[in-house]
């Protein structure tokens, strides 16, 4: 599945592309991811307390919603409207970007299986034949916003800074060349390749990792984070603490990413938390490849043999109490923050809130973008888009589940985070059934 539209970051060759591949992850794309998120998440809000029914089932699925957005902004300078997933997903014969890709990711067992020719062929069942044209309507979709990103190039026009627009230019000046030419078959093949550019195949192939490993991964992650803040509201009045001091009662237009984005440490220690603990990628192989590898751990030697497969548990180290204390599996982003001062020194709560900083886990204990060279390039991105969308939800508004027939609100938070912990492995860890929890938002 990794390879069905090209050769890509993950593959045998992941050097030559991660050269390219790491430039187009910058601060420039990190500002859309930072705007967009921004926007989504502001409908998003609209759309949940404007609803009738005000207890809301669909959080999980909006996360996905939003999520797939914000890729497609970022990533392809294309711009939707949030709209909930079940009014986005089947209503037209054709497919959009939005609709071929998650129906691609909803089904990537039978992508794995079936070759995408195999999957359009007449005698094949409908929902077959549907996910074989998803591929199909994915690839053709690409090809168009790469021709799109081609003639740009050709003409030596600037790029937007999305993700596709900034990985074209860098296969450009990887291969020290300003255009494309066409080569056999429905290709662009960069000029003088063999010097290590990118061809249109793998362009579309990052392009495919980008949009999967970082569609379902944070918009798991939103979820996760939302449904636990629920649960304790006591972190949401933490955050909301932050939020007050950085952002006062400013509009959400006025939320600048250089400024903004690095004073919101709480908001990021939530993420890191929720990932701690339900990191969607619970196991993380590693190969040692054609050769022997060393590594040296508290000051000992080891070698791993060649054509070893590694799989180190992500879960079980973060969450093991010689890294994280006695209360290792509770969730409490606050471990995430070092006080400003030592202990026994205090300071105006404003300017002690400001002055707080990131804590930094003992190496190789937090694991859920992968670590060393092959670390997720992603990582920043997934960071930024769910910072805004934390600070824009509860920003002005808090969160609480509804209580069902003979609940208290105590109750149901205890029932919230029973779903929460009902989660399973499929592709990624998820929970089972989040639905089960209706939310209802109000203002603060």
């Known amino acids: 599945m990794l390879e069905i539209f090209g050769r890509n970051v993950e593959g045998e060759?992941?050097?030559?592309?991660?050269?390219?591949?790491t430039p187009p992850f910058n601060e420039r794309n990190n500002g859309l991811v930072w705007t967009e998120s921004l926007r989504q998440a502001g409908d998003m809000l609209t759309s949940w307390i404007g609803r009738k029914d005000k207890a809301i089932s669909s959080t999980a699925k909006d996360a996905k919603t939003l999520?797939?957005?914000?890729?497609?902004?970022?990533?392809?300078?294309?711009?939707y409207t949030f709209q909930s997933a079940s009014d986005i997903l089947g209503k037209s014969n054709s497919m959009d970007y939005r609709e071929s890709l998650y129906t691609i990711l909803q089904n990537a067992v039978l992508v794995i299986?079936?070759?995408?020719?195999?999957?359009?062929?007449?005698?094949?069942?409908?929902?077959?034949?549907?996910?074989?044209?998803?591929?199909?309507?994915?690839?053709?979709?690409?090809?168009?916003?790469?021709?799109?990103?081609?003639?740009?190039?050709?003409?030596?026009k600037p790029g937007t800074g999305n993700l596709?627009?900034?990985?074209?230019?860098?296969?450009?000046?990887?291969?020290?060349?300003?255009?494309?030419?066409?080569?056999?078959?429905?290709?662009?093949?960069?000029?003088?390749?063999?010097?290590?550019?990118?061809?249109?195949?793998?362009?579309?192939?990052?392009?495919?990792?980008?949009?999967?490993?970082?569609?379902?991964?944070?918009?798991?992650?939103?979820?996760?984070?939302?449904?636990?803040?629920?649960?304790?509201?006591?972190?949401?009045?933490?955050?909301?603490?932050e939020l007050d001091c950085v952002l006062n009662h400013e509009n959400s237009d006025s939320w600048n990413y250089e400024s903004v984005f690095p004073r919101l440490k709480r908001c990021l220690a939530v993420m890191f938390e929720t990932l701690r603990l339900y990191s969607p990628v619970l196991q993380?192989?590693?190969?040692?490849?054609?050769?022997?590898?060393?590594?040296?751990?508290?000051?000992?030697?080891?070698?791993?043999?060649?054509?070893?497969?590694?799989?180190?548990n992500a879960i079980a180290v973060q969450s093991h109490p010689r890294y994280w204390g006695e209360d290792a599996n509770t969730w409490r982003p606050s471990r995430w923050?070092?006080?400003?001062?030592?202990?026994?020194?205090t300071l105006p709560r404003k300017l002690q809130i400001e002055r707080e900083v990131m804590h930094v886990?003992?190496?190789?204990?937090?694991?859920?973008?992968?670590?060393?060279?092959?670390?997720?390039?992603?990582?920043?991105?997934?960071?930024?888009?769910?910072?805004a969308v934390i600070a824009r939800l509860f920003h002005?508004?808090?969160?609480?589940?509804?209580?069902?027939?003979?609940?208290?609100?105590?109750?149901?938070?205890?029932?919230?985070?029973?779903?929460?912990?009902?989660?399973?492995?499929?592709?990624?860890?998820?929970?089972?059934?989040?639905?089960?929890?209706?939310?209802?938002?109000?203002?603060?």
């Open 164 to 241: 596709m627009s900034s990985l074209v230019r860098a296969s450009e000046e990887e291969v020290h060349s300003s255009t494309l030419k066409p080569s056999i078959g429905n290709k662009l093949e960069a000029t003088n390749h063999k010097h290590g550019g990118l061809t249109a195949d793998e362009i579309l192939g990052n392009m495919f990792i980008f949009n999967s490993a970082g569609h379902e991964t944070t918009a798991n992650t939103l979820a996760y984070g939302i449904l636990l803040l629920a649960a304790h509201p006591e972190w949401q009045d933490w955050i909301a603490e």
């Open 113 to 156: 299986m079936f070759s995408p020719r195999l999957l359009l062929l007449p005698f094949m069942p409908s929902k077959l034949r549907h996910v074989g044209k998803a591929i199909a309507e994915f690839n053709s979709y690409m090809m168009g916003v790469l021709a799109e990103e081609k003639e740009m190039v050709s003409q030596r």
């Open 284 to 312: 993380i192989p590693k190969y040692t490849g054609n050769r022997d590898r060393y590594l040296e751990i508290n000051g000992r030697g080891h070698y791993i043999p060649r054509n070893t497969l590694v799989v180190p």
């Open 67 to 79: 999520s797939l957005h914000v890729l497609a902004g970022a990533g392809l300078g294309k711009f």
């Open 361 to 387: 886990p003992v190496k190789g204990s937090f694991i859920p973008w992968s670590d060393g060279p092959r670390v997720c390039p992603g990582k920043k991105f997934a960071q930024v888009e769910f910072v």
């Open 396 to 444: 002005t508004h808090r969160v609480f589940p509804v209580p069902e027939a003979g609940e208290d609100s105590v109750s149901a938070m205890e029932r919230t985070l029973g779903i929460v912990k009902d989660s399973h492995m499929t592709f990624l860890l998820q929970m089972r059934d989040p639905s089960r929890v209706r939310l209802a938002w109000a203002a603060r």
């Open 337 to 345: 923050i070092d006080p400003p001062l030592a202990p026994g020194f």
């Open 13 to 21: 060759d992941w050097q030559r592309h991660r050269k390219i591949t």
